[in-house]
């Protein structure tokens, strides 16, 4: 059950069961959430990863599509639960590992989101501290090129 106010959406069963009638979603919508989510500088730094260390492209290439696929499948089979169940997968969890075996997926998702966080704050870290030297660098040049080339007072 959402509480709808104009565009803003509350959603108000969190890890709830969630009615028939409210479930909505296909598989291209997951597609677009995902791959918008994953489309960012830290995970194509981290594919390149495979590069720089010294693997042939064509090898780093395999080794992430394979990589992908192994780990897609289980994600996929675990996501097809929820529709049928009504619950969220960390939820689900609990049924496949029991209550105290889904602490550590539960944990393993923190430490990702956590990780996650902390490679985007340092890219924008990165991308400031770039941008900055840049400008500071092009107004010393400016400002030593103006007194250099001003005529002797």
Known sequence: MATETGNFVVERHSIDYIPESERHGSPLSLFTLWFSANMQI??????ALAVVLGLPLIWALVAIV???ILGGIFMALHSAQGPTLGIPQ???SRAQFGFY???LPLV????????????NVLNLYGIFL?????ILRHS??????????SPAS
């Open 90 to 92: 960390m939820i689900q």
């Open 101 to 103: 075996g889904a602490i």
């Open 108 to 119: 393993l998702v923190i430490l990702i989101i956590l990780g996650i966080i902390a490679a």
């Open 66 to 68: 394979v990589g992908n």
């Open 140 to 149: 010393l040049v400016r400002h030593q090129s103006r007194r250099f080339l």
């Open 42 to 47: 830290t995970t194509v730094v981290t594919g």
């Open 130 to 134: 770039t941008t900055t030297t840049t």
